[in-house]
Protein backbone atom coordinates (compact mmCIF):
# COMPACT_ATOMS: atom_id res chain seq x y z
CA UNK A 1 0.00 0.00 0.00
CA UNK A 2 0.97 3.30 -0.60
CA UNK A 3 2.48 4.95 2.38
CA UNK A 4 2.85 8.71 3.20
CA UNK A 5 7.00 8.96 2.17
CA UNK A 6 5.75 7.68 -1.93
CA UNK A 7 2.83 10.46 -1.41
CA UNK A 8 5.37 12.99 -1.18
CA UNK A 9 6.76 11.75 -3.51
CA UNK A 10 4.21 11.30 -5.99
CA UNK A 11 3.11 15.00 -5.44
CA UNK A 12 6.44 16.13 -5.86
CA UNK A 13 6.01 15.57 -9.83
CA UNK A 14 3.12 17.71 -11.01
CA UNK A 15 2.26 19.32 -14.37
CA UNK A 16 3.91 23.38 -13.96
CA UNK A 17 3.45 24.36 -17.38
CA UNK A 18 -0.67 23.73 -17.85
CA UNK A 19 -1.29 26.34 -20.45
CA UNK A 20 1.41 24.27 -23.02
CA UNK A 21 -0.15 23.56 -26.11
CA UNK A 22 3.25 21.88 -27.86
CA UNK A 23 4.57 19.10 -26.09
CA UNK A 24 8.00 18.15 -27.99
CA UNK A 25 9.82 14.65 -27.10
CA UNK A 26 12.64 13.12 -28.99
CA UNK A 27 12.18 10.26 -30.79
CA UNK A 28 15.37 8.18 -31.22
CA UNK A 29 14.41 5.33 -33.39
CA UNK A 30 15.74 4.59 -36.70
CA UNK A 31 12.35 4.48 -39.75
CA UNK A 32 13.30 1.02 -40.89
CA UNK A 33 11.80 0.18 -44.65
CA UNK A 34 11.49 -3.55 -45.91
CA UNK A 35 11.40 -4.47 -49.39
CA UNK A 36 10.09 -7.64 -47.89
CA UNK A 37 6.22 -7.12 -48.88
CA UNK A 38 4.81 -10.74 -48.67
CA UNK A 39 1.68 -10.48 -47.27
CA UNK A 40 0.70 -12.72 -44.93
CA UNK A 41 4.12 -14.42 -43.94
CA UNK A 42 3.13 -13.96 -40.32
CA UNK A 43 -0.59 -15.31 -40.77
CA UNK A 44 -1.85 -13.91 -37.34
CA UNK A 45 -0.94 -10.63 -37.93
CA UNK A 46 -2.28 -10.50 -41.15
CA UNK A 47 -5.45 -12.38 -40.03
CA UNK A 48 -6.24 -9.10 -37.11
CA UNK A 49 -5.39 -6.48 -40.06
CA UNK A 50 -8.18 -8.34 -42.04
CA UNK A 51 -10.34 -8.42 -39.11
CA UNK A 52 -9.35 -4.70 -38.19
CA UNK A 53 -10.64 -3.56 -41.79
CA UNK A 54 -13.98 -4.03 -41.47
CA UNK A 55 -14.49 -3.36 -37.83
CA UNK A 56 -14.10 0.26 -38.66
CA UNK A 57 -16.64 2.76 -37.02
CA UNK A 58 -17.20 6.26 -37.19
CA UNK A 59 -16.90 8.31 -33.94
CA UNK A 60 -19.47 10.63 -35.30
CA UNK A 61 -22.27 8.70 -37.07
CA UNK A 62 -22.27 5.46 -35.01
CA UNK A 63 -22.41 6.84 -31.68
CA UNK A 64 -26.38 8.25 -30.19
CA UNK A 65 -24.28 11.39 -29.39
CA UNK A 66 -28.26 13.34 -28.70
CA UNK A 67 -28.13 11.38 -25.13
CA UNK A 68 -28.83 14.00 -22.79
CA UNK A 69 -26.43 13.26 -19.83
CA UNK A 70 -27.52 15.08 -17.08
CA UNK A 71 -24.48 15.53 -14.85
CA UNK A 72 -25.45 16.17 -11.35
CA UNK A 73 -28.31 13.65 -11.40
CA UNK A 74 -25.10 11.07 -12.43
CA UNK A 75 -23.09 12.34 -9.33
CA UNK A 76 -26.24 12.35 -7.19
CA UNK A 77 -26.42 8.46 -8.25
CA UNK A 78 -22.62 7.87 -6.74
CA UNK A 79 -23.40 9.97 -3.67
CA UNK A 80 -24.56 6.80 -1.66
CA UNK A 81 -20.98 4.79 -2.69
CA UNK A 82 -18.78 7.72 -1.09
CA UNK A 83 -21.35 7.87 1.98
CA UNK A 84 -20.33 4.01 2.57
CA UNK A 85 -17.03 4.56 1.94
CA UNK A 86 -16.84 7.46 4.28
CA UNK A 87 -18.93 5.89 6.84
CA UNK A 88 -16.10 3.30 7.83
CA UNK A 89 -13.77 6.02 8.60
CA UNK A 90 -13.37 8.53 11.04
CA UNK A 91 -13.09 12.04 9.24
CA UNK A 92 -12.69 14.04 12.39
CA UNK A 93 -10.33 17.00 11.28
CA UNK A 94 -9.91 15.75 7.96
CA UNK A 95 -11.07 18.00 4.68
CA UNK A 96 -14.02 16.08 4.01
CA UNK A 97 -15.31 16.61 7.78
CA UNK A 98 -18.01 18.93 7.21
CA UNK A 99 -18.23 17.93 3.28
CA UNK A 100 -22.28 17.09 2.57
CA UNK A 101 -24.09 15.20 -0.69
CA UNK A 102 -23.20 18.63 -2.49
CA UNK A 103 -19.62 18.43 -2.67
CA UNK A 104 -19.73 14.43 -2.58
CA UNK A 105 -21.27 15.31 -6.11
CA UNK A 106 -18.98 17.56 -7.14
CA UNK A 107 -15.87 15.12 -6.79
CA UNK A 108 -17.84 12.91 -8.83
CA UNK A 109 -18.59 15.54 -11.52
CA UNK A 110 -14.53 16.80 -11.15
CA UNK A 111 -13.69 12.92 -10.99
CA UNK A 112 -15.32 12.10 -14.41
CA UNK A 113 -13.52 15.35 -16.20
CA UNK A 114 -10.29 14.00 -14.77
CA UNK A 115 -10.76 10.45 -15.75
CA UNK A 116 -12.07 10.99 -19.33
CA UNK A 117 -9.44 13.97 -19.78
CA UNK A 118 -6.37 11.49 -18.80
CA UNK A 119 -8.29 8.84 -21.13
CA UNK A 120 -8.00 11.17 -24.26
CA UNK A 121 -4.24 12.17 -23.66
CA UNK A 122 -3.30 8.55 -23.02
CA UNK A 123 -5.28 7.64 -26.46
CA UNK A 124 -2.95 10.54 -27.89
CA UNK A 125 0.03 8.59 -26.53
CA UNK A 126 -1.34 5.49 -28.34
CA UNK A 127 -1.56 7.47 -31.74
CA UNK A 128 1.71 8.77 -31.22
CA UNK A 129 3.39 5.25 -30.58
CA UNK A 130 1.46 3.30 -33.21
CA UNK A 131 2.57 5.82 -36.15
CA UNK A 132 6.15 5.25 -34.46
CA UNK A 133 5.72 1.51 -35.07
CA UNK A 134 4.63 2.20 -38.60
CA UNK A 135 8.21 3.14 -38.86
CA UNK A 136 10.46 1.35 -37.00
CA UNK A 137 8.91 -2.23 -37.25
CA UNK A 138 10.38 -4.60 -39.64
CA UNK A 139 7.61 -6.43 -40.79
CA UNK A 140 5.38 -5.48 -43.10
CA UNK A 141 2.28 -7.45 -41.56
CA UNK A 142 2.65 -5.60 -39.09
CA UNK A 143 3.45 -2.23 -40.42
CA UNK A 144 -0.35 -2.58 -42.27
CA UNK A 145 -1.69 -3.45 -39.00
CA UNK A 146 -0.32 -0.84 -37.20
CA UNK A 147 -1.54 2.07 -39.66
CA UNK A 148 -5.43 0.57 -38.71
CA UNK A 149 -4.74 0.81 -35.27
CA UNK A 150 -3.48 4.56 -35.86
CA UNK A 151 -6.71 5.30 -37.65
CA UNK A 152 -8.39 3.74 -34.43
CA UNK A 153 -6.09 5.65 -31.80
CA UNK A 154 -6.89 8.82 -33.65
CA UNK A 155 -11.03 7.83 -33.44
CA UNK A 156 -10.38 7.52 -29.78
CA UNK A 157 -8.53 10.89 -29.34
CA UNK A 158 -11.33 12.00 -31.38
CA UNK A 159 -14.55 10.36 -29.09
CA UNK A 160 -13.33 11.40 -25.46
CA UNK A 161 -12.30 14.95 -26.77
CA UNK A 162 -16.32 14.82 -28.09
CA UNK A 163 -17.62 13.77 -25.13
CA UNK A 164 -15.41 15.78 -22.62
CA UNK A 165 -16.32 18.98 -24.81
CA UNK A 166 -20.12 18.25 -25.31
CA UNK A 167 -21.12 15.97 -22.69
CA UNK A 168 -18.70 17.12 -19.17
CA UNK A 169 -18.56 20.04 -17.42
CA UNK A 170 -14.39 20.84 -18.28
CA UNK A 171 -10.73 19.65 -19.30
CA UNK A 172 -7.76 18.66 -17.12
CA UNK A 173 -4.07 18.76 -18.38
CA UNK A 174 -1.77 15.49 -18.92
CA UNK A 175 -0.97 14.27 -15.28
CA UNK A 176 2.56 14.51 -14.93
CA UNK A 177 3.42 10.52 -14.06
CA UNK A 178 1.20 10.10 -16.90
CA UNK A 179 3.33 12.36 -19.24
CA UNK A 180 6.21 11.11 -17.76
CA UNK A 181 5.67 7.52 -18.80
CA UNK A 182 4.82 8.68 -22.51
CA UNK A 183 8.02 10.45 -22.93
CA UNK A 184 9.49 7.79 -21.59
CA UNK A 185 8.15 5.26 -24.29
CA UNK A 186 8.24 7.22 -26.98
CA UNK A 187 11.67 8.12 -26.55
CA UNK A 188 13.09 4.80 -26.16
CA UNK A 189 15.38 3.62 -29.11
CA UNK A 190 14.21 0.12 -29.04
CA UNK A 191 11.63 -0.80 -31.42
CA UNK A 192 9.58 -3.14 -29.37
CA UNK A 193 10.02 -0.94 -26.32
CA UNK A 194 6.96 0.76 -27.73
CA UNK A 195 4.86 -1.97 -28.22
CA UNK A 196 6.04 -3.31 -24.69
CA UNK A 197 5.31 -0.28 -23.23
CA UNK A 198 1.92 0.90 -25.11
CA UNK A 199 0.31 -2.25 -26.50
CA UNK A 200 1.13 -4.35 -23.07
CA UNK A 201 1.36 -2.07 -20.24
CA UNK A 202 -0.91 0.74 -21.22
CA UNK A 203 -3.51 -0.55 -23.47
CA UNK A 204 -3.11 -3.65 -20.88
CA UNK A 205 -4.34 -1.08 -18.49
CA UNK A 206 -6.58 0.93 -20.56
CA UNK A 207 -8.49 -2.05 -21.77
CA UNK A 208 -9.04 -3.32 -18.30
CA UNK A 209 -10.07 0.18 -17.27
CA UNK A 210 -12.56 1.23 -19.67
CA UNK A 211 -14.05 -2.58 -18.88
CA UNK A 212 -14.21 -1.36 -15.19
CA UNK A 213 -15.80 1.55 -16.13
CA UNK A 214 -18.17 0.18 -18.94
CA UNK A 215 -19.61 -2.31 -16.24
CA UNK A 216 -20.60 0.66 -13.63
CA UNK A 217 -21.81 3.24 -15.47
CA UNK A 218 -25.20 3.65 -16.31
CA UNK A 219 -24.88 6.25 -19.27
CA UNK A 220 -25.74 4.87 -21.84
CA UNK A 221 -23.41 6.89 -24.65
CA UNK A 222 -20.56 6.44 -22.09
CA UNK A 223 -21.52 2.67 -22.07
CA UNK A 224 -22.03 2.49 -26.03
CA UNK A 225 -18.61 4.71 -26.69
CA UNK A 226 -16.66 2.28 -24.18
CA UNK A 227 -17.85 -0.79 -25.61
CA UNK A 228 -16.73 0.70 -29.29
CA UNK A 229 -13.00 1.61 -27.69
CA UNK A 230 -12.97 -1.76 -26.00
CA UNK A 231 -13.47 -3.66 -28.84
CA UNK A 232 -10.19 -1.89 -30.85
CA UNK A 233 -8.16 -1.74 -27.62
CA UNK A 234 -8.03 -5.82 -27.57
CA UNK A 235 -7.46 -5.89 -31.14
CA UNK A 236 -4.35 -3.59 -30.41
CA UNK A 237 -3.17 -5.58 -27.13
CA UNK A 238 -3.38 -8.41 -29.64
CA UNK A 239 -1.12 -7.11 -31.63
CA UNK A 240 1.41 -6.17 -29.27
CA UNK A 241 1.18 -9.97 -28.03
CA UNK A 242 1.21 -11.46 -31.37
CA UNK A 243 4.66 -9.23 -32.34
CA UNK A 244 6.33 -9.52 -29.23
CA UNK A 245 5.83 -13.02 -29.00
CA UNK A 246 8.12 -14.27 -31.74
CA UNK A 247 10.29 -11.44 -31.03
CA UNK A 248 11.07 -12.13 -27.30
CA UNK A 249 11.74 -15.95 -28.26
CA UNK A 250 14.44 -14.88 -29.67
CA UNK A 251 16.02 -12.82 -26.68
CA UNK A 252 18.98 -13.61 -24.67
CA UNK A 253 18.47 -13.70 -20.87
CA UNK A 254 20.10 -10.43 -20.19
CA UNK A 255 17.91 -8.72 -22.79
CA UNK A 256 14.48 -10.28 -21.67
CA UNK A 257 15.43 -9.02 -18.03
CA UNK A 258 15.80 -5.59 -19.33
CA UNK A 259 12.12 -5.72 -20.37
CA UNK A 260 11.26 -7.64 -17.29
CA UNK A 261 12.23 -4.79 -15.57
CA UNK A 262 10.96 -2.10 -17.41
CA UNK A 263 7.42 -3.79 -17.30
CA UNK A 264 7.86 -4.05 -13.46
CA UNK A 265 8.84 -0.31 -13.33
CA UNK A 266 5.60 0.61 -15.63
CA UNK A 267 3.49 -1.51 -13.42
CA UNK A 268 4.74 0.24 -10.07
CA UNK A 269 4.24 4.07 -11.89
CA UNK A 270 0.88 3.31 -13.58
CA UNK A 271 -0.57 1.53 -9.90
CA UNK A 272 1.02 4.23 -7.62
CA UNK A 273 1.78 7.31 -9.10
CA UNK A 274 -2.24 7.90 -11.14
CA UNK A 275 -3.56 9.77 -8.55
CA UNK A 276 -6.20 12.07 -9.13
CA UNK A 277 -3.85 14.77 -7.49
CA UNK A 278 -5.29 17.38 -9.81
CA UNK A 279 -8.95 17.15 -8.90
CA UNK A 280 -8.07 17.63 -5.02
CA UNK A 281 -6.56 21.22 -6.04
CA UNK A 282 -9.35 22.12 -7.91
CA UNK A 283 -11.72 21.35 -4.85
CA UNK A 284 -9.59 23.44 -2.82
CA UNK A 285 -8.62 20.18 -0.52
CA UNK A 286 -4.86 19.74 0.45
CA UNK A 287 -4.17 16.60 -1.88
CA UNK A 288 -1.97 14.95 0.62
CA UNK A 289 -4.10 15.24 3.46
CA UNK A 290 -7.00 13.58 0.77
CA UNK A 291 -5.00 11.18 -0.44
CA UNK A 292 -4.12 9.54 2.76
CA UNK A 293 -7.33 8.55 3.06
CA UNK A 294 -8.25 7.67 -0.50
CA UNK A 295 -5.18 5.26 -0.98
CA UNK A 296 -6.88 3.42 2.48
CA UNK A 297 -10.08 2.71 0.74
CA UNK A 298 -10.38 -0.88 -0.48
CA UNK A 299 -12.82 -0.52 -3.39
CA UNK A 300 -9.72 1.28 -4.62
CA UNK A 301 -7.10 -1.03 -3.81
CA UNK A 302 -9.38 -3.96 -5.42
CA UNK A 303 -9.85 -1.67 -8.37
CA UNK A 304 -5.89 -1.65 -8.77
CA UNK A 305 -5.16 -5.16 -9.09
CA UNK A 306 -7.88 -5.71 -11.46
CA UNK A 307 -6.37 -3.00 -13.47
CA UNK A 308 -3.87 -5.85 -13.83
CA UNK A 309 -6.24 -8.49 -14.88
CA UNK A 310 -4.89 -8.32 -18.50
CA UNK A 311 -1.07 -7.45 -18.05
CA UNK A 312 -0.40 -10.53 -16.01
CA UNK A 313 -1.61 -13.17 -18.28
CA UNK A 314 0.02 -10.95 -21.74
CA UNK A 315 3.45 -11.03 -19.97
CA UNK A 316 3.18 -14.56 -19.17
CA UNK A 317 2.55 -15.59 -22.74
CA UNK A 318 5.14 -13.37 -24.03
CA UNK A 319 7.68 -15.20 -21.30
CA UNK A 320 8.03 -12.22 -19.22
CA UNK A 321 7.05 -13.88 -16.27
CA UNK A 322 9.70 -16.62 -15.79
CA UNK A 323 12.47 -15.65 -17.22
CA UNK A 324 15.68 -15.22 -15.07
CA UNK A 325 14.67 -16.91 -12.28
CA UNK A 326 11.27 -16.28 -12.21
CA UNK A 327 11.65 -12.69 -11.52
CA UNK A 328 9.17 -10.61 -12.65
CA UNK A 329 7.12 -13.50 -11.51
CA UNK A 330 8.07 -12.55 -7.64
CA UNK A 331 7.38 -8.76 -8.34
CA UNK A 332 4.10 -9.60 -8.99
CA UNK A 333 3.38 -11.69 -6.13
CA UNK A 334 4.67 -8.56 -3.92
CA UNK A 335 1.74 -6.75 -5.92
CA UNK A 336 -0.61 -9.22 -5.08
CA UNK A 337 -1.75 -9.49 -8.85
CA UNK A 338 -0.18 -12.96 -9.89
CA UNK A 339 -3.89 -13.90 -9.28
CA UNK A 340 -4.58 -13.21 -12.82
CA UNK A 341 -1.71 -15.04 -14.64
CA UNK A 342 -4.41 -17.60 -15.61
CA UNK A 343 -7.08 -15.00 -16.95
CA UNK A 344 -7.36 -15.16 -20.51
CA UNK A 345 -5.02 -13.81 -22.23
CA UNK A 346 -5.50 -10.95 -25.06
CA UNK A 347 -4.28 -12.45 -28.18
CA UNK A 348 -7.22 -15.04 -27.45
CA UNK A 349 -9.69 -12.68 -26.46
CA UNK A 350 -10.13 -10.11 -29.27
CA UNK A 351 -12.62 -11.77 -30.77
CA UNK A 352 -14.89 -12.22 -28.55
CA UNK A 353 -15.03 -8.41 -27.93
CA UNK A 354 -15.50 -7.48 -31.78
CA UNK A 355 -18.85 -5.14 -31.63
CA UNK A 356 -21.55 -7.71 -32.70
CA UNK A 357 -23.77 -5.84 -35.93
CA UNK A 358 -20.81 -3.78 -36.92
CA UNK A 359 -20.31 -5.45 -39.54
CA UNK A 360 -24.06 -5.78 -41.04
CA UNK A 361 -24.29 -2.24 -40.01
CA UNK A 362 -21.17 -1.31 -42.34
CA UNK A 363 -22.09 -3.93 -45.20
CA UNK A 364 -25.98 -2.36 -44.66
CA UNK A 365 -24.40 1.03 -45.67
CA UNK A 366 -22.68 -0.23 -48.26
CA UNK A 367 -25.37 -1.83 -50.13
CA UNK A 368 -27.36 1.33 -49.36
CA UNK A 369 -24.79 3.45 -51.10
CA UNK A 370 -24.65 1.03 -54.08
CA UNK A 371 -28.37 1.18 -55.05
FE1 LIG B 1 -7.18 3.68 -28.07
FE1 LIG C 1 -5.37 1.35 -28.48
Redesign the pocket.
Known amino acids: MTDVLDLEAVLSVSNTDVDEVIHTVADHADAIFTWDYEKGARPQLNKLYEKAKHSQWNGETDLPWDTEVDLEAQAQLQVDTFRAFTESYDLKGSPFERWGDKEWATLNIESANWTLSQFMH??QG??ICTAKIVETVPWIDAKYYAATQVM??AR?VEVFAKYLDTKLSGYYPVNAHLKLLLDDIVEDSRWDITYLGMQIMV?GL?LAAFGFLHALTTEPLLKQLLRY?MS??AR?VAFGVLSLKEYYEGLSDAEMFERQQFAYEASLRMRDRFLQQEVWDRMGVNPKEALQLVVQDPGRVMFQQILFAKIVPNCKKLGLLDRNDQWLRRRFEEMGVIQFEDWIDTSDEYETLQIEGLEQLRSGELRADAS
Open positions: GEALDEHEAVDEH
